[in-house]
Nanobody, 123 residues
């Protein structure tokens, strides 16, 4: 089992950059692929990005491709989401999640979730 804690969310202006972190407990972090999801008010939770257990492969939602970068440091049990050129429509509660299933955008493949960190982008 793994426990996840996100941090780094805050209020920023459009065009700004922000880096989210997700710290994981447990000794098996490097065995999980890690995903980022987000949920805006009144909307369904949606996939943002994920990264393979070794960090060699990544996958992004079209809406963030070219602006967001997911990375991980297995020595620190941490996964990151670097967000550049933020837009008001990026405003959401951002979650990280862990999966045994490899790269996947399906949230049902992620049994472990953090509590989320709020990102608000003002126009």
């Amino acid at each position: 089992q793994v426990q996840l804690v996100e941090s780094g969310g805050r209020l920023v202006q459009a065009g700004a950059s922000l880096r989210l972190s997700c710290a994981a407990s447990g000794r098996t972090f490097s065995r999980y692929s890690m995903g980022w999801f987000r949920q805006a008010p009144g909307k369904e939770r949606e996939f943002v990005a994920d990264i393979s257990y070794g960090g060699g492969s990544t996958y992004y939602a079209e809406s963030v491709k070219g602006r967001f970068t997911v990375s991980r440091d297995n020595a620190k049990n941490t996964v990151y989401l670097q967000m550049n050129s933020l837009k008001p429509e990026d405003t959401a509660l951002y979650y990280c999640a862990a999966s045994w299933s490899g790269l996947t955008a399906n949230e049902r493949d992620y049994p472990y979730w953090g509590q989320g960190t709020q990102v608000t982008v003002s126009s």
